[in-house]
């Protein structure tokens, strides 16, 4: 049985548990990280679909909560995460954001934008509705949709007419806009190659969300984890955890691991470390990868009809260009019927909107996971959540991919009641390879290109 004693033992290597062990490490604390595959950030860390939320598109939503937990995201990395060389999120003329680029960028710097459905769009056709609930649900959404873009719109505005050098925080100030910032300036018609939606009925806005390079991302947080001393336990599955006196005895395959406190990132099997598992929700989404892409086009079709939704970005993987569309399709991971129609809805509403869809080389769906500790209300909820669970025992949930940043800083201070560091230490790239593998989806389609290579190679024996 080997033991060693750390500040902090963190169960889970999703992009939630690697970013609060780094946050940790880098601010002088001994941590471990424990990982139960072989590689980190594998599982819904690696299914999400490379967007990465700044708040655009919680600006349609009437509450300020959410909006400003996700630009404060934006401010959490510009204070804390300025020293890895690939966050390049930077403040530019004016106090403007600005994106440089390169390969080992986390960001590029492609706005996902909006073409958003009008109220002349067959969505909100009164002639067509299943039921009583439905019609009330469409004049609804036909009396406030027009309301609730133009909140959508004030707020892109204040988002890029901040000054980020500025006195007021962005989190503050871009929630709150009203009416006097709306401007119908910002508003285009689409004309995008490739997507079959209507001109008429449709109009653009360019959003502030980015596509980003999950990996890369995940390769820098290894790196300081390294570099700041952390260490790494993959291929390791938690049994349980035991108090002994002052300890904390992660037990694991026949280790113990010993440490002060424990914080457990463990995903959608975080119920079996909770007293209520019931308090934990998982969602599955249905995404859609395709290789050749459908087109160059990020974008989001704006709808209030959230399963009408559709949206599309496109990534690259061993210099090839490949689609992720995703929609407004949820399910119960643990029914395949409800798993099953999700996909099927999500196929069709791409038939419909893609035309080169079924040309494709690969077409293949799967399915992402989104853990959630429900409010009280049974609503969404699209916050980070830290939890005390049990005497120096914490629970936390990113809510998404992007909020693991804001998470780790404010899980630091939640159980240190100490500023966390802001300088890094980076060991060599090297140094994180055998940790970090590819997304869900471009191992899909770095898949099908290897065997088109394979296949290729004999015609070229065959000539030469």
């Not at 360019?206 to 291929?235: E, W, Y």
Request: net charge neutral; proline share 4%.
């Amino acid at each position: 049985m080997a033991r060693a004693g750390y500040d902090l033992a963190v169960i889970g290597g999703g992009i939630a548990g690697l970013a609060v062990a780094e946050m940790f490490a880098r601010s002088g604390r001994s941590v471990v990280l424990i990982e139960r595959n072989e590689q980190l950030c594998q599982e819904a860390s690696a299914s999400q679909h490379g967007w990465f939320h700044f708040g655009s598109l919680y600006s349609i939503f009437p509450q300020n909560q959410f909006l400003r937990t996700m630009v404060g995201g934006v401010e959490d990395l510009l204070a804390f995460y300025g020293g890895f060389e690939g966050m390049n999120i930077a403040i530019g003329d004016g106090g403007k954001l600005a994106f440089p680029s390169d390969e080992h960028a986390w960001f590029r710097d492609e706005p996902i934008e909006y073409i958003v459905c009008a109220r002349n769009d067959p969505d909100f056709d009164m002639r067509r509705f299943e039921g009583v609930r439905d019609y009330g649900r469409k004049i609804g959404f036909l009396l406030t949709w027009e309301m609730a873009i133009k909140q959508f719109i004030s707020r892109h505005q204040r988002f890029h007419k901040h000054n980020w050098q500025g006195d007021v925080p962005a989190s503050r100030w871009i929630p709150r806009a009203g009416f006097s910032d709306y401007s119908r300036e910002v508003i285009t018609k689409p004309n995008n190659p490739g997507v079959a939606l209507d001109h008429d009925t449709h109009f653009r806005i360019v959003g502030f969300d980015r596509p980003m390079r999950a990996m890369a991302i995940v390769a820098d947080l290894v790196r300081s984890l390294i570099g700041s001393g952390g260490k790494i336990l993959t291929g390791t599955e938690v049994d349980r955890i035991e108090k002994v006196g002052e300890a904390r005895i992660i037990h694991a395959k026949g280790n113990s691991i010993e440490a002060r406190s424990v914080v457990v990132a463990g995903g959608k099997w975080l119920g079996q470390f909770l007293d209520r598992g019931s308090n934990v929700k998982v969602l599955g989404s249905p995404l859609l990868v395709t290789y050749p892409a459908v087109t160059d086009f990020n974008f989001v079709r704006m709808t209030p009809f959230v399963e009408k939704s559709v949206n599309h970005l496109h990534h690259s993987v061993r210099g090839q260009s490949y689609s992720l569309i995703g929609g407004g399709y949820f399910a119960d991971p643990d029914d395949p019927a409800a798993v099953e129609r999700a996909r099927e809805r999500l196929l069709t509403m791409a038939r419909s909107v893609f035309s080169g869809l079924d040309s494709a080389e690969l077409i293949e769906t799967y399915l992402g996971y989104k853990t959630e500790i429900v409010a009280k209300s049974g609503e969404r909820n699209y916050q980070y959540i830290i939890r005390e669970v049990d005497d120096r025992v914490h629970a936390i949930i990113p809510g998404k991919f992007s909020l693991g940043f804001s998470l780790a800083v404010n899980t630091y201070k939640r159980l240190t009641g100490a500023e966390p560091a802001r300088c890094v230490t980076l060991a060599p790239r090297d140094a994180a390879l055998p940790f970090v593998g590819l997304t869900r989806h471009a191992a899909l389609v770095s898949t099908i290109l290897e065997r088109m290579e394979v296949a290729a190679r004999p015609a070229l024996r065959s000539r030469a």
